[in-house]
């Protein structure tokens, strides 16, 4: 679904991606993890055209997306969930969430209000579909910003740190949704530094640092048995 090849990424004089090639197989559900600083955010920015690469190729779906009018294809196979919620504060979150279905599938108000009302039940807010974003909790937020993003109906689902910006108290009610989507037929990237979550959920596991990618490997090799030194050092800050 997914696939970069030699990817290069530059901010003025700073190289943030480095050569990076990663491929993600429809269905899979595959977790970037890292320090602060190793390109992971940028890596997925890249994979739907929020960052464009400086150089190297980017496929969706079998589709070239890099040196052509993108946005279709963008638009039609990838979603993505932000750190931030970026919810429309003026709009309920009715209106946000059928507000794409509506410009951009050029659904019906009813069929872009069933789908709205189907994903709110998947999250477990269908009874917020009238309030407001401000009266919602940071964790009610990203969980109605998943919803949206469902209601694309995408194949693809990008996940940029979704619980970094979150009270710790909320993260879980965040990480139960998206454990409950990794059983459905999705492809989804997620960035996140929630190991617990990563051992659940990923098929395999991706750990950048300085914009390379230094090892890979299901869970279970990640935890138990890393390879690379740096992979050890950082695993044992973060797991107690």
């Known amino acids: 679904m997914i696939k970069m090849i030699n990817v290069n990424k530059y901010f003025g004089d700073l190289h943030v991606l480095k050569n990076l090639n990663l491929e993600v197989a429809e269905g899979e559900k595959l977790v970037i993890i890292g320090p602060s600083g190793s390109g992971k955010s940028t890596a997925v920015r890249c994979m739907n055209f929020l960052e464009e690469p400086t150089s190297g190729e980017v496929y969706i779906n079998g589709e070239k997306i890099t040196g052509r009018n993108r946005t279709r294809i963008v638009r039609d ?22 507000l794409a279905p509506m410009k951009l599938q050029h659904k019906s108000k009813k069929e872009a209000e069933e789908l709205a009302c189907h994903y709110l039940d998947v999250v477990g807010l269908r009874d ?10 940071g964790g009610q937020q990203q969980r109605i910003a998943i919803a949206r993003a ?27 949704v998206m454990i409950k989507l990794a059983g459905e037929n999705i492809t989804m990237v997620v960035v996140t530094h929630e190991m617990g979550f990563a051992r659940q959920v990923a098929d395999r596991i991706v750990f950048m640092d300085d914009g390379q990618i230094i090892e890979e490997g299901k869970p279970e090799h990640f935890f138990t048995n890393p390879e690379h030194e740096r992979v050890k050092q950082f695993l044992s800050k973060i797991i107690r």
Do not use: G, R, W
Request: net charge negative.
């Open 128 to 137: 917020k579909a009238h309030v407001y974003p401000a009266t919602l909790s």
């Open 150 to 176: 469902l209601c694309a109906q995408t194949k693809i689902i990008l996940f940029d740190e979704p619980t970094s910006a979150l009270d710790p108290e909320t993260i879980q009610e965040v990480l139960d």
């Open 77 to 98: 196979t990838t979603s993505m969930v932000f750190q931030q919620f970026n919810l429309y504060p003026h709009m309920s979150v009715l209106k946000n969430l059928t």
